[in-house]
């Protein structure tokens, strides 16, 4: 396999590889030669052809790197400032972050995203008369997880890149669980209860991944 990739290089300290929309992006610093360049394509190329191949959209999002990335479904050109008061926009096609770096942008995004979800959260408390304690993560391979034990849902960051009614499809699923710990008959009984087109939404959530770029 001969990879074509676009090279990006900056002031950054190590290399990376993203694959999206059928391209390859390759991030490196300045200075590094090209032959560790191709060296570190040709150490990925599995990895590489694997997810040329995979026709799912992935949310997960780099800020230093990406230009694009997902918020509530819908695909936004990123745009990042630094040295600047702490802001979240969005304008036309924009999504637009500010604040004084990389860092703090990161972990002002991360608040954003938990106050979008948690909204959401409480929309179906609401709706279900329940309760139960909330929490965030970013996981690897999955949208959230139930500990009924602990009264306790965690969700993934990532949720809430998702389309709306996918994101509260995961919601229900996970508060399923505080009664019904396997995916067995009884528990898509329940599901269907409180969300009758579970099926479709499913089937549509398997269209997003969150595999780390």
């Known amino acids: 396999m001969s990879?074509?990739?676009?090279?990006?290089?900056?002031?950054?300290?190590?290399?990376?590889i993203?694959?999206?929309?059928?391209?390859?992006?390759?991030?490196a610093p300045v200075l590094t030669p090209k032959f560790m360049i191709e060296n570190c394509v040709r150490r990925n190329e599995d990895l590489i052809d694997k997810k040329l191949n995979d026709p799912r959209i992935n949310v997960n999002y780099d800020l230093q790197n990406d230009d694009e990335i997902y918020f509530l479904g819908k695909k936004y050109n990123l745009q990042i400032f630094t040295r600047e008061k702490s802001r979240f926009l969005i304008r036309d096609n924009n999504l637009m972050l500010y604040g004084s770096s990389i860092r703090s942008i990161?972990?002002?995004?991360?608040?954003?995203?938990?106050?979008?979800?948690?909204?959401?959260v409480r929309e179906a408390k609401d709706?279900?008369?329940?309760?139960?304690?909330?929490?965030?993560?970013?996981?690897?391979?999955?949208?959230?997880?139930?500990?009924?034990?602990?009264?306790?849902?965690?969700?993934?960051?990532?949720?809430?890149?998702?389309?709306?009614?996918?994101?509260?499809?995961?919601?229900?699923?996970?508060?399923v669980h505080f009664t019904e710990g396997n995916h067995q008959r009884r528990f898509y009984q329940q599901l269907e209860k409180i969300c009758p087109d579970y099926k479709k939404l499913s089937k549509e959530l398997k269209d997003y991944t969150i595999l780390k770029r």
């Open 3 to 16: 990879v074509k990739y676009e090279l990006k290089r900056s002031n950054r300290k190590t290399m990376s």
């Open 127 to 175: 709706e279900l008369g329940i309760d139960f304690d909330l929490d965030f993560k970013f996981y690897k391979s999955r949208w959230g997880c139930c500990y009924s034990k602990k009264n306790l849902i965690i969700l993934n960051y990532l949720l809430a890149c998702l389309p709306y009614n996918l994101i509260k499809y995961v919601i229900y699923h996970e508060i």
């Open 106 to 120: 990161s972990s002002d995004y991360k608040k954003q995203l938990c106050a979008i979800l948690t909204q959401y």
């Open 18 to 27: 993203k694959v999206e929309d059928g391209q390859v992006f390759v991030y």
